[in-house]
């Protein structure tokens, strides 16, 4: 019989290349998933994996298990689901990853309708980037993402996840109270090259898109502060010590406190949720997803 944790363990490993990041993803020491992954070789009787300089390399017979693990995981969680469906009252726990802003306007209601419609569901929230969200679905380390994406950028496709458009937020040039809105967005965008400006960090897709934006209009943002805390992006600009683009959604809903310009085009950021295809169906996911989105459609009306 072989040992459904050490099968996970292995799936991992093909996901996360190498033995210290599935240790980091399980909570486990780097030996004891060494350990473990030795005991299931040993359970089936032939090398799964084999040693490439400091790192390892799945074997033919090692990837033919992979596959058949996935299979048998996806196998438990039907079986998981469907004594779930058989049940009057949605109950469980449903582990969503969230990026930040959605944190801050959409979970509040979303769980506070949750809470009144199904008692008996447990939800556990943790901020994430989406990058690492999305992988941690895949992992099972999370049941649904709330992930964002920006115009003319595109996420890793992940095969066993579905994807659900939620919302379209609103992108704006965020300027200090009183400063006025300039007739061409260009040309404001283009005032802006010498004024500091507050961007998320580095690697972010936000930032990489807010750069690309400044570029197009023929200048490098002045980055005077990394900051991911959107809240914070806020307090500065309004206190008209930097500039900067706000999503609609950090609002929530609410009056904006800083002046906003439209931007060329209008663009829009894109708000979804994926979950594994072969969870999706689950009666406390759908139970989410609806709250979620009535919470969007509150926030952000189309």
Known sequence: M?????????????RRGTLSAVADALS?????????????????????LRRVGRGVQFTPQGNVLVAEAIGIL????HARIAVAESLIEVTGTVRVAVF?????????????????????LRVEVTECDPETGLVGVSSRDFDLILA??????????????????????????ARRPGSGEGADAVATLWSTRDEPWVLEPAGTASRAWAEQLCRTAGFEPDVRYEIADLTAHVRLIHAGLAVGLLPELVWGGDSPSV???????????????SARRVSAAAPSIRAVRRALEAAADRILPT
């Open 74 to 77: 996806d196998q438990l969680e």
């Open 28 to 48: 486990y020491s780097k030996a004891s998933v060494s350990q473990q992954l030795s005991a299931l070789e040993r359970e089936v009787g032939v090398p799964l």
């Open 148 to 173: 964002e994406q920006y115009p003319g950028r595109t996420r890793p496709i992940h095969a066993d996840l579905d994807r659900v458009v939620l919302a379209h937020d609103a992108i704006a040039l």
């Open 100 to 120: 930040q802003s959605a944190a801050h306007s959409l979970l509040p209601s979303a769980l506070q309708a949750l809470k009144e419609q199904h008692p008996a």
């Open 259 to 273: 002046d906003l310009v439209t931007l060329p085009e209008a663009p829009r950021r894109e708000i979804f949720s």
């Open 2 to 14: 072989l040992d459904v944790n050490r099968l996970r363990m292995l799936v991992e490993l093909s």
